[in-house]
Structures are given as C-alpha cells and as structure tokens.
C-alpha cells in the first residue's frame, strides 16, 4: 500500500510539473510609450501598489515620456471569475513632452477564462481627453485567444472601439465569439495625443453566456443582453 501511495504521489509531482506555464500566471498589466523599456506590472508582484486584493493590478508613475501614470486592471478573483469573464482598465495619463506625437499602448491580460460555447462579448469604454485634439485619439480593442497565454493579440480580434478625439467620449459594441477552454483574454488601449494633454478612461470586456438558438436572433438580442447587464452593474 505504502509503495502505491508513492507512485502516485510521485506520479502527482511530475503531472503538476508537466502543466503549462500559464496555468501559474497571474493578471498582468504592460505599459509602452513605444521607445523606453516597457513597464510590466504582475499582480502581487514589486511594482503592483495594490497588495490587498488579488485581481486587482495597480501602477502608479512614469511611462517613458508620459510622466503621470495611474492604470489598474481588474479581474477574477476580485472580478467575476473563469467561468464569468470580466475585465476593467483604468487609467489616467498625462504627457508633458512639447513637441512631437506621443503614443501610449496600455494592455491588461489573464488567462484561464472558461466560459465556452458562443458567448456575447460586451466592451465599452468612456472618459476625457483634455485639450480637444485634431488627430490620434483613444482606441480600445479586445481579443481573446485560445493559446491561453498572456498578451497574445494573435488570435480573434473581438471589438474595436474608437479613435475617440472628442473632450468626453463613450462607446460600446457587442459580438458574438466562439471559444474553446482554456483561453487568455487581453484589453489593449492606444492612446495618441500630438501635443501635450491628460487622458482618463474606463474600459470594460464582459462574457456572457447565450444559447445556441439566440445565434440566429442577431445583434438587437445581444444588445438587450448587454443592456440588463449595465442595469445590473447600476444598481
């Protein structure tokens, strides 16, 4: 019996060993002005300034040109959860630099999502952008991956939002995605200002499960999906 107990023990170890390594990843935030070092902020780990929550990722501070910088990333366990995908970006930005374009790529990503079948993806994003600009603006974009890794913008594109130039801006769109288990989620926002300016935004991706038949019903039922869910979220 002793000698069973050992073989599987032994056969657990090296079948945890064997897992791939995003099965250990944690919610991760990235951060270029497209010219400095990238700024990678993992969830608990040396640069999150939020250590009480996990789920929760949290930089304050520079990012190359771009001198204010406030961005956080939500998601499970402080969020939904793998089977009730639900990510939010956050960030307050601010670029100082007199002359020339300024480019701000802000990601927040984590893998494990569950959620499988056709589900509606709901993304919409808000906020402002101080002075009016002429050119570049805010877009928001969402993938989903079935890699299962961290920041794979390879894989199926689910929305894109914007270029937003207006002072204050909101936007939302839905779909329909097809996903197999396990999958990586990732929200990319791209910010360009041509001259000094503060940008602030909220961006949201949300998974809902739907059923087969609600395919053949198109977009105004996934609509109706997603405006109970913003209810929901308001009350």
């Known amino acids: 019996m002793k ?6 023990a032994m056969f657990l170890m090296v079948a945890v060993a064997a897992l791939p390594s995003t099965a250990l990843a944690t919610p991760t935030l990235w951060l270029s002005d497209g010219i400095a070092a990238p700024v990678i902020v993992v969830d608990q780990g040396p640069l999150d ?19 204010i910088n406030v961005t956080t990333g939500m998601t499970m366990p402080a969020q939904g959860s ?6 939010d970006l956050n960030s307050l930005d601010k670029r100082a630099v007199l002359t020339g374009q300024g480019t701000l790529t802000l990601m927040f990503s984590e893998v494990g999502y569950t959620l499988s079948g056709s589900p509606g993806a709901i993304m919409t994003i808000g906020g402002t952008i101080m002075p009016v600009i002429a050119s ?30 207006t002072k204050a801006f909101a936007g939302d769109v839905t779909n329909f995605i097809t996903t197999g288990n396990p999958y990586s989620l990732t929200q990319f926002v791209k910010i360009e ?27 105004g039922l996934l609509g109706l999906v997603a405006l109970g869910w913003r209810r929901r979220q308001a009350s």
């Open 3 to 8: 000698k069973l107990l050992s073989l599987m």
């Open 49 to 67: 300034k939020d250590l009480l929550d996990v789920g929760v990722v949290a930089y304050i501070g520079s990012v190359g040109s771009w001198n």
């Open 136 to 165: 570049g603006g805010v877009t928001y974009k969402a993938y989903f991956n079935n890699s299962n890794v961290l920041f794979d913008t390879t894989g199926v594109a689910i929305g894109t939002l914007g270029p937003y130039l």
């Open 193 to 219: 200002l041509p001259s000094p300016g503060t940008v602030s935004l909220t961006a949201t991706l949300n998974l809902v499960p739907l059923p087969p038949s609600a395919l053949f019903l198109g977009t």
């Open 82 to 87: 793998a089977s009730n995908p639900s990510m």
